[in-house]
C-alpha cells in the first residue's frame, strides 16, 4: 500500500513544493501587485516629491525609502492577508491541514512565494523612485538581507490579520488601516526633523520605522551601527509575530 | 483490523446549546466500505470533519489504527484523504498541478507522483482537463478533480464527504465504479457520506444512519432491512387511463399518476404476480426493501 512513500518525507523538498504551490498565486495576485505594489508608490513617491522639491536631498530619500516600504505593505502584507484568509473561507487551510506537512513550512513557503513575487516590483520601485526623485543609490550588498527581513515582519502582521479577522471584508479593512499607521507613525515617509515628539516616541514601536531606516542606510548610505539595531529588531518582531500567527491559526475548529 | 474507533463522541459548536452530534460510538474495520446517512443537519459532516481532525470534539475519543487522532497532528494526515463537500481549495491551481503536489506532499517521489497523476487523470477521466484552471470546472468536473486529490499519493482510507454531489447519473456510476476498484484492488477503506441511498447500496457495505445527532441505525444493509421490513415491493408502470385489476386486500399506494407500489408478503408474491394482466402493464418490478426504505425509516420514525 505505501510501498511507493518515504515514510518521513525530507523537509527540504516539502518546503519546495510548497513554495511552488504558493508561487502560483500570481495568478490572482499579479495585478494588484502591479497596481498597489508598484504603481502606486511610484504615484506616491511622483507627489510627494513634486511637493518636497527645494526640501533638501534627506527629504527625497525619505520619499524614496517611505514608498519602498509602503510597496512592502501592499505586496506583502496586504498579501499575506488575504491568502490566509481565503485559505480559511476556500477550504485550503483544511486541504493543508489534512496533507502530512510540517505545519510551519507550509507558512514559511507563503511568505517565501510573496516575497518572490515582490522582488521584480521591488527592483522597478528602487530604479524608477530613484530616477524620479533624482536620488542617487548607493547600493549595499547587505540589502540582499535587509530586504526579507523588512518583508517577513510585514507579512507576519498580514497574516495575523489574515487568521483572526472575521470576513475578508473587515480584513482588507484593518490591513488598509495598519498600512497608513505604521507609515505615519515614525520617520518612514517623513524625516524624523520634521515629525513631533509623540510621533517619533510611538515610531519605536513599529516595524515600518526599522524597515525604513535599515533600507536607507542599505540603498543609500552611509551603513551604520544602527543598521545592526534596525535588524536586530525586525528579527525580533519577525519572531513574535509568527509565532502570534502559529498560536491564532485555526487548523481545527473548536 | 479495526481502522477507526469511535467512542461516545460529543459535539457541541460554542454558542449552541443543542450538540452537533451525541454519544457516537462505532468502528470501522480495515477493507471496509462505510456509508454514512442522514438528513440535512444530522451532523454527518461533524462527524467525518471531528474523524480527519478538523473539528476539536467536546468529548469522547477517536483513534485511527489504534492511536488517538490528536496524539500527533501528521497521524490522519498519513493515512487519510480526505475530501471536503466544498471545492474552492485548490483554485490557483491547474487539474494536473492539483494531483501532482498533492502526491508529492503526501510523500511520492517526483516520477512516482507524475505517474500516480497520469493514472488518476486517466481513472477519473479527467484527462482532457489537465491544462485546465480548477476555478474554471464545472460542478461535476470539480468534484472529480476533488475525488482524484483524496487518492493522490494512494492513502490506505479514503473520507470523502458526499462523492456524487453535482455529478449526473453516468459520472456517480463512475465514482462507484472507481471507489468499488480501489477498495478491491488495494484493500482501502473507504467511509462516505450521501444521499444516494439507491446507487450507494451497490457498493456499501456497513451503514450508519444519523438524525438529529443521533446515531440511529448501525449494521450490514441486509441485516438492517431484515430488522425493519421483509416485505416486498412490487411497482406496476401503466397507462394512467387503465389501471390494473389486482388481487383484493393489497395495500397499494399511488406514487404517481400511472405508478403504483404494492407491498406484499413473501407468500403473497408468486399469487400475486400470476394474477397479473401483462397487457395491461408497460412494465413491473419486484424487489425488496432498498437503503432507500431504511433511510427514510430510521430518518422519519422517533426512536
Known amino acids: 500500500m505505501l510501498r511507493n512513500r518515504t515514510d518521513r518525507p525530507a523537509l527540504l523538498p516539502q518546503l519546495g513544493d510548497l513554495f511552488l504551490m504558493e508561487l502560483t498565486n500570481w495568478r490572482w495576485s499579479w495585478r494588484t501587485l502591479v497596481i498597489t505594489g508598484t504603481i502606486t508608490p511610484l504615484l506616491s513617491m511622483l507627489a510627494l516629491g513634486v511637493f518636497a522639491r527645494g526640501s533638501g536631498a534627506e527629504t527625497q530619500a525619505y520619499i524614496l525609502t517611505g514608498n519602498i516600504v509602503l510597496a512592502l505593505m501592499f505586496g506583502m502584507m496586504e498579501k499575506l492577508q488575504s491568502r490566509f484568509m481565503f485559505m480559511r473561507i476556500t477550504g485550503a487551510l483544511d486541504y493543508f491541514a489534512t496533507l502530512p506537512i510540517q505545519r510551519s513550512l507550509l507558512i514559511l513557503a507563503i511568505v517565501l512565494s510573496f516575497l518572490a513575487l515582490m522582488l521584480p516590483a521591488l527592483v522597478v520601485i528602487i530604479s524608477v523612485g530613484a530616477l524620479l526623485l533624482g536620488v542617487s543609490l548607493s547600493l549595499n550588498p547587505v540589502l540582499l538581507l535587509v530586504i526579507p527581513l523588512c518583508a517577513v515582519p510585514l507579512s507576519g502582521i498580514g497574516a495575523l490579520i489574515g487568521s483572526l479577522a472575521r470576513t475578508p471584508e473587515e480584513s482588507g479593512a484593518i490591513s488598509l488601516l495598519v498600512t497608513f499607521m505604521l507609515l505615519g507613525l515614525g520617520p518612514v515617509v517623513i524625516p524624523a526633523s520634521r515629525l513631533p515628539g509623540v510621533i517619533l516616541i510611538l515610531g519605536w514601536l513599529s516595524p515600518a520605522t526599522y524597515a525604513a531606516s535599515a533600507l536607507r542606510q542599505a540603498l543609500l548610505g552611509p551603513v551604520t551601527l544602527r543598521l545592526l539595531l534596525d535588524l536586530a529588531v525586525l528579527v525580533g518582531l519577525s519572531i513574535v509575530i509568527f509565532w502570534l500567527v502559529s498560536l491564532k491559526m485555526r487548523w481545527r475548529q473548536t | ?303
Open chain 2, 1 to 303: 483490523m479495526i481502522v477507526y474507533d469511535v467512542q461516545d463522541l460529543v459535539k457541541y459548536y460554542p454558542g449552541q446549546r443543542e450538540p452537533a452530534n451525541k454519544h457516537i460510538s462505532l468502528h470501522i474495520e480495515q477493507g471496509e466500505i462505510f456509508g454514512i446517512l442522514g438528513d440535512n443537519g444530522a451532523g454527518k459532516s461533524t462527524l467525518v470533519r471531528q474523524m480527519v481532525n478538523l473539528v476539536a470534539s467536546t468529548s469522547g475519543s477517536i483513534t485511527l489504527f489504534g492511536q488517538s487522532i490528536t496524539a500527533h497532528p501528521l497521524h490522519v494526515p498519513r493515512h487519510v484523504g480526505y475530501m471536503p463537500q466544498d471545492g474552492r481549495a485548490l483554485n490557483q491551481l491547474t487539474v494536473d498541478e492539483a494531483l501532482f503536489y498533492t502526491a508529492r506532499l503526501r510523500g511520492m517521489r517526483r516520477a512516482d507522483a507524475r505517474s500516480d497523476c497520469d493514472a488518476l487523470l486517466d481513472r477519473w477521466q479527467i484527462n482532457a482537463l489537465r491544462h485546465k484552471y480548477s476555478s474554471r470546472l464545472s460542478g461535476g468536473e470539480r468534484r472529480l478533480l476533488q475525488l482524484a486529490v483524496a487518492m493522490a499519493g494512494s492513502p490506505p482510507v479514503l473520507i470523502l464527504d458526499e462523492p456524487t454531489n453535482d455529478l449526473d447519473p453516468q459520472r456517480r456510476k463512475l465514482v462507484w465504479d472507481v471507489l468499488r476498484r480501489y477498495n478491491t484492488e488495494r484493500g482501502a477503506t473507504i467511509i462516505f457520506i450521501t444521499h444516494d441511498a439507491l446507487e450507494a447500496e451497490k457498493i456499501i457495505q456497513r451503514v450508519a444512519i444519523l438524525r438529529a445527532g443521533e446515531l440511529v441505525a448501525l449494521g450490514k444493509p441486509s441485516e438492517l432491512k431484515q430488522a425493519v421490513d421483509q416485505k416486498l415491493r412490487l411497482e406496476l408502470f401503466f397507462s394512467p387511463e387503465t389501471p390494473p385489476a389486482l388481487l383484493a386486500g393489497l395495500p397499494t399506494y399511488a406514487i404517481e399518476a400511472g405508478r403504483w407500489l404494492v407491498l406484499l408478503e413473501w407468500q403473497q408474491a408468486m399469487a400475486t404476480l400470476a394474477s397479473l394482466n401483462l397487457e395491461q402493464l408497460d412494465d413491473f418490478r419486484l424487489y425488496s426493501a432498498t437503503l432507500e426504505d431504511l433511510y427514510l425509516y430510521y430518518a422519519a420514525q422517533p426512536h
